[in-house]
Structure formats: C-alpha cells, structure tokens
T-cell receptor, first 115, second 113 residues
Framework: DGGITQSPKYLFRKEGQNVTLSCEQN?????MYWYRQDPGQGLRLIYY???????QKGDIAEGYSVSREKKESFPLTVTSAQKNPTAFYLC??????????????FGEGSRLTVL | AQSVAQPEDQVNVAEGNPLTVKCTYS??????LFWYVQYPNRGLQFLLK??????LVKGSYGFEAEFNKSQTSFHLKKPSALVSDSALYFC???????????FGAGTRLTVKP
C-alpha cells in the first residue's frame, strides 16, 4: 500500500543528545514536510522540501536539521540546540509545483520525550 | 502570510444533532482551504478541500464545509453527529504558490451518546 512511514513511533532521549526521526514515502510525491504538534498549539511547520536536494525553513526551524538526498526520504534531526524537543512530530507529503492545491498525506507520527 | 483561526477549543454535541466546527482565514489572493481530522496518537487524515467553484464542499464520512468569502470563513458541518466523530479537527490553508500549508490550533469535538 502507498503511504508514509515514520519511525520510531516512540523515542526517548537524554538531554544533550541528537536524535534522527525517519520519514519514508512511496507515493511518488515531490514535496515533503515536517510539523511539530504541541497540545493547544496545533501544527507548526519545521521544514519543507519541494524537490530533492532542496529544503526551506518553516516557522520553528531552530534546533532542527533535515536532508533530502532521495525523493522518498526526508529525515529530521532534533539537535541538542532545540530547547524543548518533547513533542509529537508529524511528517507529510504532497504533490508539488506552482499553484499547488493538493492535500497533505500524513504519517502516523513520532513521539519524542526528553528525559 | 496566510493563516487560519479556529475560535473554539472544544465543541460538544449530542449524537444525532448537527455539528459545526468553525474556521476563519486570512490570505492574500484566493484561498486554498482544507479540513483534517486526527484521532489520538495518530497522523492527520484529509476530509475535504475548497479550491474554487461551489461554496459547499462535500467530503469524507458525511462531512461538508461551506466557504463564505464575505465572512472569510470555512466552517465544517455534518447534519447528524456520530459518537465516532469525536476527534481533533484542524482547518488549514495553502499559500497561493502552494509551497506550504498552515494549520489552525485545532478544535476538539466530543459527541455524547
């Protein structure tokens, strides 16, 4: 089945450690996104990528890094510089292009807890 | 920059009654508006979208939404609520260049038997 796979579903990290969240899609979508979800704040955009080897910062990119070496993959690294990393992280994909009206397809999320 | 607002954190309705979840938007140019639903510890699922044309948009699971340009609103509706509709609902907007999507804070819908 086509879809988006995020792993791990749950992750625990000690302060000062970097962690990488995986996101893989087999929908042949050019665009991929990372959102952070906190209670009462909805989804906030961390990074997005419209094409391989290119990505843009969203509203809360500080303390995060991404890469887009393959169309199918868009991993997110939460670095030790992120002050409050405990959150639910959602990866999504969509078709891309100018005047894009396509909806986003989401993975099941990764819950990161900093101990 | 484009944005959406969901003025209600929580909406409670009785099963069988109509439901409305409110959303207002602010964009430059024509809006591309979306509704998503999220169940606990899951990703978001697409319900429906408005791009152009008829102001009443029909979507999944019996939901519909009414686009109102003069009031800059895109309210989600369902004629008869089910207990299984209880979830978190998000309104979202794409910018006119289609580069990214911005979400509201979400409205928690509770349908009581």
């Amino acid at each position: 089945d086509g879809g988006i796979t995020q792993s791990p579903k749950y992750l625990f990290r000690k302060e000062g450690q970097n962690v990488t969240l995986s996101c893989e899609q087999n929908l042949n979508h050019d665009a991929m996104y990372w959102y952070r979800q906190d209670p009462g704040q909805g989804l906030r955009l961390i990074y997005y990528s419209q094409i391989v080897n290119d990505f843009q910062k969203g509203d809360i990119a500080e303390g995060y890094s991404v890469s887009r070496e393959k169309k199918e993959s868009f991993p997110l690294t939460v670095t030790s510089a992120q002050k409050n990393p405990t959150a639910f992280y959602l990866c999504a994909s969509s078709i891309a292009g100018t005047l894009n009206t396509g909806e986003l397809f989401f993975g099941e999320g990764s819950r990161l807890t900093v101990l | 920059a484009q944005s959406v607002a969901q003025p209600e954190d929580q909406v409670n309705v009785a099963e069988g009654n109509p439901l409305t979840v409110k959303c207002t938007y602010s964009v430059s140019g024509n809006p591309y508006l979306f509704w998503y639903v999220q169940y606990p510890n899951r990703g978001l699922q697409f319900l429906l979208k408005y791009i152009t044309g008829d102001n009443l948009v029909k979507g999944s699971y019996g939901f519909e939404a009414e686009f109102n340009k003069s009031q800059t609103s895109f309210h989600l509706k369902k004629p008869s609520a089910l207990v299984s509709d209880s979830a978190l609902y998000f309104c979202a907007v794409r910018d006119i260049w289609g580069r990214d999507m911005r979400f509201g804070a979400g409205t928690r819908l509770t349908v009581k038997p």
